[in-house]
């Protein structure tokens, strides 16, 4: 089930991305870090972090992947993988529809793996605030989790929210000095 469900989708959007004409606007963003310690003890911690989106018209693709592994004397202490895919429809000023796929490979948190695919409707709140933006989405899917012990799927209630403000030098300045009297 989760397979057709996560083959449609993706079928789906690279139908709508071969019949448009206009080209893509990409941008991405990638964080490496990495700490290497020896002497008393031997750590390594390795961190990273990329994502990748693609905007045409009322489409917004993006792809993210967020991975650390840590090791102390040579013996594996964290490894997590965390991807995700989603498509954002834009059908009017204030509403969207974002279809989202996700997959965790955390190999410390019982399960050998979690993925789940959803669908939520969302709504823009703040569209004429100058500097701020807030959101919403909410939506249904079907997750899918995989155990030494069992496979399982359940269906899952997603609700997100998303702020996002502009402190300008002025604004800053009263924060720092405890005032509580923002103009506006």
């Not at 469900?5 to 789906?12: E, G, H, M, P, W």
């Not at 045409?56 to 991975?67: A, T, V, Y």
């Not at 701020?132 to 359940?154: D, I």
């Amino acid at each position: 089930m989760l397979r057709k469900l996560s083959l449609s989708a993706l079928v789906l959007l690279f139908c709508q991305a071969v019949t448009a004409q206009d080209p893509y606007k990409f941008s991405s963003q990638l964080e490496l870090g990495a700490i290497f310690t020896s002497g008393n003890t031997e750590d390594e911690n390795v961190k990273f972090k990329g994502s990748v989106s693609a905007l045409k018209g009322n489409w917004e693709h993006n792809l993210s992947m967020d991975g650390f592994r840590s090791s102390k004397q040579k013996e594996l202490a964290a490894q997590r993988l965390y991807t995700v895919a989603s498509s954002t429809y834009t059908f009017s000023e204030d509403n969207f529809i974002l279809s989202r796929a996700a997959h965790e490979d955390d190999r410390f948190s019982g399960f050998d793996s979690q993925s789940d695919i959803s669908v939520s409707y969302g709504q823009l709140l703040l569209r004429n605030r100058v500097g701020m933006s807030l959101n919403y989405t909410v939506g249904a899917g079907v997750r899918n989790s995989r155990s030494p012990e069992e496979n399982f799927s359940e269906g899952i209630v997603r609700l997100a929210t998303n702020y996002s403000g502009d402190i300008s030098d002025f604004e800053f300045c009263f924060m720092q000095h405890g005032q509580r009297n923002f103009p506006t």
